[in-house]
């Protein structure tokens, strides 16, 4: 099993909250998988079959979705 976890955040391009939470990402050297809302219709749907919501970002780290730039539940999810 690896420990580097899998990350997708789903994102657009206007949105401060999501480029927030890419940086936290970049800082910490986590890898992950940008999807565009805006970019391609299925992936809002992607992230609102996901998370139950319309907001973004949506982060999914090994399962756990996370709505907004929530730090403390992105490091434990990154840390579980």
């Known amino acids: 099993m690896s420990d580097?976890?899998?990350v997708t955040i789903y994102s657009a391009e206007w949105c401060g909250f999501c480029h927030a939470a890419?940086?936290?990402l970049d800082?910490?050297?986590?890898k992950y998988t940008?999807?565009?809302?805006d970019e391609k219709r299925e992936y809002a749907e992607e992230?609102?079959?996901k998370s139950g919501q319309t907001g973004i970002p949506v982060l999914d780290i090994n399962g756990t979705i996370i709505v907004?730039?929530?730090r403390p539940r992105i490091?434990?999810?990154l840390a579980a």
């Open 4 to 6: 580097t976890p899998n």
């Open 22 to 24: 890419k940086q936290y």
């Open 75 to 77: 490091d434990a999810a």
């Open 47 to 49: 992230a609102m079959q």
């Open 68 to 70: 907004g730039f929530d």
């Open 34 to 37: 940008e999807r565009d809302v």
């Open 27 to 30: 800082r910490a050297g986590i």
